[in-house]
């Protein structure tokens, strides 16, 4: 079973960040978060991971709270090129590869 | 960056006729590949993990018999849906695990 809880769907505005929480109030210490989106038909693209401190890269960024039990990805400047589904996954790396269980994810419709 | 590329892209067969969907790491060995399956409108589902040089292990209630999954090197991995009906028509993607988790653009089977 997926370890987290995301909203089913969300709208933003072309240009405006686009906020999209994530709980996990269940990770473990040795538990990563990882972000990745699934544009229609297509696989599963990487966006960000991180296991306890912020990160950030060209796509976007992560912020974790301290006590790890949530998370938030910032698309920074939307486009509508980001409407996708957006999935958050908990997962442990190990060196013979963890599976990466998804949940619902966030349907994300960026509008003009 | 770690490109799999997963071929065929879409398939139509007839009923009772057998598919192969082939997954490979383009530019890094991948110790562990993922087989998924999408049903429209649904999140993946995890249907087995595969190491290279040793047997599949499929989820539960995935039968092994139908869905025959070769690991046989560190760059290919197969999966063959064997005597396809059409409650088999769904969006196949695999994942491949060596640096970090990468996805195939994912196989539409229609099966009519």
């Known amino acids: 079973d997926a370890k987290t809880t995301q909203p089913p769907s969300m709208d933003c505005a072309e240009g405006r960040a686009a906020n999209l929480p994530c709980n996990h109030s269940?990770?473990?210490?040795?538990?990563?978060v990882y972000w990745y989106r699934q544009i229609h038909s297509q696989g599963p693209q990487y966006i960000i991971h991180?296991?306890?401190n912020n990160e950030t890269n060209e796509m976007a960024s992560l912020i974790i709270t301290e006590d790890r039990k949530s998370s938030t990805l910032i698309l920074p400047h939307a486009t509508l090129r980001d409407t996708a589904v957006y999935y958050c996954?908990?997962?442990?790396?190990?060196?013979?590869?963890?599976?990466?269980?998804f949940g619902g994810g966030t349907r994300v419709l960026v509008k003009p | 960056g770690a490109v799999v590329s997963q071929h065929p892209s879409r398939v139509i067969c007839k009923s009772g006729t057998s598919v192969k969907i082939e997954c490979r790491s383009l530019?890094?060995?991948?110790?562990?590949m993922f087989w998924y399956r999408q049903f429209p409108k649904q999140s993946l589902m995890l249907m087995a993990t595969?190491?290279?040089?040793?047997?599949?292990?499929?989820e539960q209630g995935v039968e092994k018999d139908k869905f025959l999954i070769n690991h046989a090197s560190l760059t290919l991995s197969t999966l063959t849906v064997t005597s396809a009906h059409p409650e088999d028509s769904s969006f196949y993607i695999c994942?491949?695990?060596?640096?970090?988790?990468?996805f195939g653009s994912g196989t539409r089977l229609t099966v009519v």
């Open positions: 994942s491949a695990s060596g640096n970090g988790y990468t």
């Open positions: 269940t990770i473990s210490g040795n538990e990563y």
């Open positions: 991180g296991l306890k």
């Open positions: 996954i908990v997962s442990e790396i190990k060196a013979a590869g963890n599976k990466l269980t």
């Open positions: 530019d890094f060995q991948a110790t562990t």
């Open positions: 595969s190491n290279e040089g040793s047997k599949a292990t499929y």
